[in-house]
Every structure is written in C-alpha cells, then in structure tokens.
C-alpha cells in the first residue's frame, strides 16, 4: 500500500528513491518546464557562489545567522536579538541538512538561554538579545508558533536520528502548550493563541490570533505523534479561520474575534464574528501572513485541504504577475499596496506560484531571485529561502500525516533549480 511504502521511506535517515510523479508538479513539470530550465534566461547572470540551492543557502545562513554556540542571531536588530521561532526554525533546517552537530548546539543553547535549562518547566521565551549593556531574556513571554516548531523538531529528531529522549521532551512541551496557549473560545472552539499572555482582553470579549501560526503540515504531525492532543481539531480551525478572514484572497497577519451575545447566535447564546481590522496591527497582510502561502503550498499535491487554502488565498497571484517586487505589506480590506517585499517573498512566490500552475509568474519571480542572490541577503530573507527552495527541490516535504521525508541532495548539478550551482568542497 503506498502509505505504508511512504512510512517505510520515512524510517530511513534520508530517503533517496525518485520523488512520485505529483510531487514532480511542485517542482515545476506540471508547468511544461523544470524549474532548471526557467532559470536558464538568467543564467550568466548568476555567480555560481550564489546558488539558489537548499545546500548553499544553508551554509550561507550559518555562516551568517548561526553562532558556534548555537545562538540565531538577527544581526538587523539593534539588540542583535535571538527569538524562539530563529532557534527553533534552524533545529528544523538542520534536521533537512541532516547536521546532527549543529542541531545539538542550536539546542542546547535554546534550552539554556530561553527556558532555564528545562523545556518541561517553562516554553522558551520568545526573544533574547543585548539591553543596557547586558545580555538576557528581553521578553519571557512564550511565542506557541515556535513552540510547535520545537516539538515537531524533536519528534522528528527522535524518529530520523533515533534519540527517544527528544519524543519525551516534545511531549511535555506540548503538555505545556495544551495547558497555556490552547483555548476554548466561546462561539468558536479551541484554538491555538498566540502565547500564554497579552491575547485575550481583560473583559475576555476578544482573542487575538495570528493566521500564520496554524501551520496544517506540522499540526498534522504533531496530531501523528500526539494522537490525543488537540492538534487535528486546530488544524481544521486554522483552515477555516483562513477561509474566514482572507479578504479579496489576502491573508492578513493578525486577525480578532469579538465575542457577541445574542438570542440569534449558538446554543447557549453565545456567538461572534472576526474583525479582519485587528485592534492593534490593522488589516496588514505582510511578515507574518506570507508564511500562510508557503504552508497551503507545500501540503501535498492532490490534498483537498491543499486546494481549499490555496483557493482562499488566491489573491496574492496577480501581485506576483509583474515584473517589479512582491508586495511586502498589503491592506487586505481594500487590496492595495502599501510596501514593497524583500527577496525572501520572491522565494515564497515560487511554490505558491508552482501550485497555482502559474508558469510565467514563476519564471518572472525566479529571474527575480536569482538577481538577488549576489547582494547581502537578511535573516528573514535566508529563512523563508531555506523553506521554499527546500521544498521546491524536493529536500524536504510531507505527506498526509504531516510527517517529514527528506531527500539526499544532488551533488552535480547541485540545484534542478540553478543549473549554474556547483558542488559544494567536500571540506565544506
């Protein structure tokens, strides 16, 4: 039975068979041309240091984000500031690298400097860095985005590099993350907040959710590993908070439910509505909403869920149909633009892009990429890479229980994206 072959591929530390005919679509044959091929227009363009190539881009990102101790840091900040989502986001590229090293320095520095040395007493603080001269927590509050990301990490860690003692951790942070970021809202149901503190009024009349924290690959995973948490339940509410608050396509990065009493509403009479002006953050769709296209894009092909987000969001691909930057910042009420967006959203263009089947977009937007790719390059920009090109290449995706396949890389060329990259130095 093919689950049963994608779990037996899955206990291998890197799979190496041929990647099945639907996910070849992501990368580019379902639109008539490898994404090899659409970037040959620019190819003298493009320095073969600068590849666009999971590989590369990962040491890039080490080399510029990633100390020796295992800190993240954004070097954009005035604080030099490390957060939970870099620390845990790198444990997950690491696991796709399959750099069991780097993994255990990004860990342990995690695990010390954001949670007090026990994941089971406390979730990581959500952003460390300098202030007044010292060193330490800037902001203790937790960030459940992150969270899940250091679950699913050592989930995935323990089944790919067999360390049960990572499963055990996962299971009480995810212990914790039931108790103190997983609510009931009246009218609605469980959802996942934000962070234990700051997100529901003093009156407990409104909730404040971020649409791009309720990724449906990883709380399927977690759902797969946890059976009897509340994973599948907030994966489905996730889908439809999506389908509710996208205005004209457009997910925006921080939405609001206002609860409302009424003889008309649910059993109980209790109900609510969304206000898509969030009351602090606006109707902005911009650095937290571009990771909703990437999560719906990267489920896999044929997933009905797939279809449903990426119908939903369906109102980014006409601003990714020009030549001139992504939007970085959009008014979801009223569709306009408000900023340009840094190279990482060409990055996310492209599979979303992909799964649309939008083949002169792509090429458009990965011409764009390429281009950029010689000039200084932010954090930001290095992660949401990481994601898109990983899963374009095929060096990471999941299935339908959201759990991680990994595929080896290929040495030469190194990228079917960039037939320009070389093979990395075997010293490297």
């Known amino acids: ?62 080399a510029q984000c990633v100390q020796p101790d295992g800190r993240v840091v954004d070097h954009d900040t005035p604080e030099r500031v490390s957060t939970s989502e870099s620390q845990t986001y790198t444990l997950f590229f690491a696991l796709v690298a399959d750099d069991r090293a780097r993994f255990d320095q990004v860990l342990d520095w995690t695990r010390h400097n954001l949670a007090g040395g026990d994941f089971s007493a406390r979730l990581p603080a959500w952003q460390w860095g300098l202030r007044d001269g010292r060193w330490g927590v800037l902001d203790a509050n937790a960030a459940s985005d992150a969270d899940l990301w250091l679950a699913q990490a050592l989930f995935e860690a323990a089944r790919l590099w067999k360390q049960p003692a990572h499963a055990e951790t996962a299971r009480a942070i995810l212990r914790r993350v039931q108790r103190e970021e997983v609510v009931d809202v009246p009218g609605l149901g469980r959802m996942l907040l934000p962070g234990p503190q700051g997100f529901v009024s003093a009156d407990r009349q409104q909730w404040r959710f971020n649409p791009s924290y309720s990724a449906v ?71 937290d909403a571009i990771r909703c296209y990437l999560w719906a894009a990267v489920l896999p092909p044929g997933d009905p869920v797939r279809a449903t987000l990426l119908r939903a969001l369906g109102g980014l691909q006409p601003w990714l149909q020009g030549d001139g930057p992504p939007p970085g910042k959009l008014s979801t009420t009223r569709a306009t633009l408000i900023e340009a967006g840094p190279p990482g959203f060409d990055a996310v263009a492209l599979p979303y892009l992909a799964a649309l089947g939008d083949r002169a977009a792509l090429t458009r937007r990965l011409a764009r990429l390429q281009a950029a790719m010689s000039q200084p390059l932010r954090y930001y920009d290095l992660v949401l890479m990481l994601f898109a090109i990983g899963a374009l290449q095929g060096r990471w995706q999941c299935g339908a229980d959201g759990l991680l396949m990994r595929r080896a890389p290929v040495r030469y060329p190194t990228a079917p994206l960039d037939p320009t990259c070389r093979p990395l130095p075997t010293s490297a």
């Not at 489905?236 to 003889?263: C, F």
Request: aromatic share 6%; hydrophobic share 40%; charged share 20%.
């Open 1 to 62: 039975m093919r689950y049963d072959a994608e779990r037996a591929r899955r206990s291998d530390p890197v799979a190496t068979a041929p990647q099945d005919p639907e996910r070849r679509q992501l990368l580019g044959a379902g639109l008539g041309l490898g994404l090899g091929a659409l970037a040959g227009g620019v190819e003298a363009a493009v320095p073969p240091s600068t590849c666009l190539d999971f590989d590369h881009l990962w040491r890039r990102f080490v």
């Open 217 to 287: 690959h990883q709380l399927r995973a977690l759902a797969t590993h946890d059976p009897q948490g509340p994973w599948a339940e907030l994966a489905q509410q996730g889908v439809k908070m999506i389908q509710a608050v996208s205005l004209n396509g457009l997910a925006p990065d921080w939405v609001t439910w206002q609860l409302e009493r009424s003889r008309m509403s649910l059993p109980g009479g209790v109900g609510g509505r969304w206000l898509t002006h969030d009351a602090e953050k606006g109707d902005i769709g911009g650095y």
